[in-house]
């Protein structure tokens, strides 16, 4: 069926490094792929995202990236900050207008100081 | 412009009651679905509305349902609580302005601790 594996499940890194994060999906139909941040007592904030069309998008410190024949996207955060801390999940969804997205099981990132 | 905003933020419920949860959307947007959030499982979709018909339904028992009002506004309602049933309940919308508006707002939830 349709699944998302997200790896690693926690992420521990000093303040200033890099962090990434890797999703795969199991549905090559797949065109939306959004990641989201959730912060303690909170719901997920969505964060950046990319449409199938695309190999890459950047925002600040934040990138994602997909590959579309290995059906892997991947989440980097540069320049981490104290503030980045959190976990953080991925998603794939099929289409437009359909509300199913399947999720990966998240990270938790924590960035120490 | 307000997001997402659930209510209650937390519910202590016994096994068997049944609760209703509340979920109004961010002004504009028609889409209103519904995920179940724990440690084990992650999010878990439940169901999602449009226009006050549900367009979609997630893998969960008949004990969970919900429904859209005319103002987008939606309710959840779990029926014979079960103590599995305790999770982080999260309500997302979705503007749908067009067939490419995919981006998904969530609010902060309703953390549900079945007894």
């Known amino acids: 069926g349709e699944n998302v594996e997200q790896h690693p499940s926690t992420l521990s890194v000093q303040e200033g490094d890099s962090a990434v994060i890797k999703c795969t999906y199991s549905?090559?139909?797949?065109?939306?792929f959004p990641w989201y941040k959730q912060e303690l007592g909170k719901g997920p904030q969505l964060i950046i995202d990319?449409?199938?069309?695309?190999g890459e998008k950047k925002d600040q410190r934040i990138a994602v990236t997909l590959n579309k024949t290995a059906k892997h996207f991947s989440l980097h955060i540069t320049e981490t900050q104290p503030e980045d801390s959190a976990v953080y999940f991925c998603?794939?969804?099929?289409?437009?207008?359909?509300?199913?997205?399947?999720f990966g099981t998240g990270t938790r990132l924590k960035v120490l100081a | 412009k307000a997001g997402v905003t659930q209510t209650p933020r937390y519910l202590i419920k016994t096994r068997g009651q049944q609760v209703t949860l509340s979920c109004s959307p961010i002004?504009?947007?028609?889409?209103v679905s519904w995920y179940q959030q724990t440690p084990g499982q992650g999010l878990q979709f439940l169901f999602e509305?449009?226009?006050?018909?549900?367009?979609n339904k997630g893998n969960f028992p008949g004990r969970f349902s919900g429904r859209q009002f005319s103002n987008s506004r939606s309710e959840m309602n779990v029926s014979t609580l079960e103590l599995g049933d305790s999770a982080l309940y999260l309500c997302?919308?979705?503007?749908?302005?067009?067939?490419?508006?995919?981006?998904?707002?969530f609010g902060s939830g309703t953390q549900l601790s079945v007894l």
């Open positions: 509305y449009f226009s006050e018909t549900q367009r």
């Open positions: 997302a919308s979705k503007r749908e302005a067009s067939n490419i508006d995919e981006k998904l707002f």
């Open positions: 990319i449409r199938s069309n695309v």
């Open positions: 549905d090559s139909a797949s065109n939306y």
């Open positions: 002004s504009g947007h028609r889409s």
């Open positions: 998603a794939a969804s099929k289409m437009a207008g359909t509300y199913k997205y399947i």
